[in-house]
């Protein structure tokens, strides 16, 4: 038998490396960083092994570490002293992610990201100040309707708070902007507070399609930002939804956003795919903590190599199209890489 085409000719070893398509460098990759005000020693974070919650005065040293393995980015994430409906401490000129971005950057080489959200901020934990909506219901034989009044997101009120923090953010030393609670208007908002305050040159990396999903479990753990009641259905992505992803990346360009990401990662490299194949923007997804989670979990049964199935994914996230990869895994890929 002739075979003409014979693919495993280039799956030796010596070439197998000459003819691979997708390679992931620690450069690649953003360390999640979780400071909080209200401790005055490490935490560890139970449902995601490995990573802590260190205090304000730990900060720089948590990021040393992160740059001793060849990730050179950081994203902060803040747990602030205290919380109240409106989110104030978010912007607060002392508020933990202000603080703690002031000494990084006076400190280290590091590029700091900045979450700029409110749930971690608001007493009830939902992202922006609260609103009643009505909400239509039909009865059970259709004749008549109630309003039910409900609580929701204000979106405006909450467009004014992120124009407030992103500032805040900047005037602090932030490299970059990321704005993640899927407001209408969140980018040309924070893009128009930071260009009037002078600060033309910090980018914004939107989460620009933010899917309302079961994976962020551990996250609202590590950063206290569990909402009191309800969900964010309101305003989080339909799961089932694609095309409105692109329409929600569209808008985010428009209004001025630099990087797009996506969040999570590994349900949506369906996502990640075809933004990366309708804009030129650079693409970041977000490996979420429940990604980070499940991996984990299972390891310690022992069905599988962590190191293993971390590396794997993180290059999948890469070949889908993904520029960037915010991942809890940074620290120990990158050292294995």
Not at 41 to 66: C, F, N, Q
Not at 274 to 288: C, I, L
Not at 319 to 325: E, Q, S, V
């Amino acid at each position: 038998m002739n075979l003409t085409h014979r693919p495993r000719r280039l799956r030796q070893d010596r070439v197998r490396g000459l003819v691979s398509e997708t390679s992931l460098e620690p450069s690649d990759l953003i360390a999640p960083i979780f400071v909080d005000a209200t401790t005055d020693e490490r935490v560890e974070i139970e449902s995601m092994p490995g990573h802590e919650r260190v205090p304000v005065d730990d900060a720089v040293a948590r990021v040393e570490d992160v740059l001793e393995t060849g990730v050179e980015a950081v994203m902060l994430f803040g747990i602030p002293e205290s919380k109240d409906p409106e989110g104030t401490r978010a912007w607060a000129d002392n508020g933990v992610v202000q603080e703690a971005t002031r000494r990084i950057t006076d400190a280290t080489d590091a590029y700091v990201i900045t979450d700029a959200c409110l749930c971690e901020y608001t007493d009830h934990g939902h992202c922006g100040p609260l609103e009643e909506e009505l909400r239509v219901e039909d009865h059970e034989h259709g004749a008549d309707c109630a309003h039910d009044p409900t609580l929701t997101v204000d979106n405006d009120a909450t467009l004014e708070a992120l124009e407030r923090i992103a500032v805040s953010h900047a005037e602090a030393g932030a490299d970059m902007i990321a704005p993640s609670g899927m407001m209408d208007g969140m980018v040309g908002a924070i893009r128009d507070g930071l260009d009037g305050a002078g600060y033309e040159h910090v980018p914004i990396m939107s989460y620009a399609a933010k899917y309302e999903s079961a994976f962020y479990g551990p996250f609202r753990d590590a950063a206290d930002g569990a909402p009191s009641f309800g969900n964010r259905r309101h305003y989080q992505m339909d799961p089932a939804n694609a095309r409105e992803a692109m329409r929600e990346v569209r808008l985010d360009a428009e209004q001025g956003a630099d990087v797009m990401m996506v969040k999570p990662a590994l349900p949506y490299l369906d996502i990640v795919s075809a933004v990366r194949r309708e804009f030129d923007h650079p693409v970041a997804a977000y490996n979420v903590s429940g990604e980070y989670a499940m991996l984990h979990a299972a390891a310690e049964k022992g069905w599988l190599d962590l190191e293993a199935v971390a590396l794997e994914s993180l290059l999948s996230i890469k070949r889908a199209g993904a520029d960037l990869i915010l991942t809890y895994f940074a620290e120990d890929v990158a050292r294995e890489l």
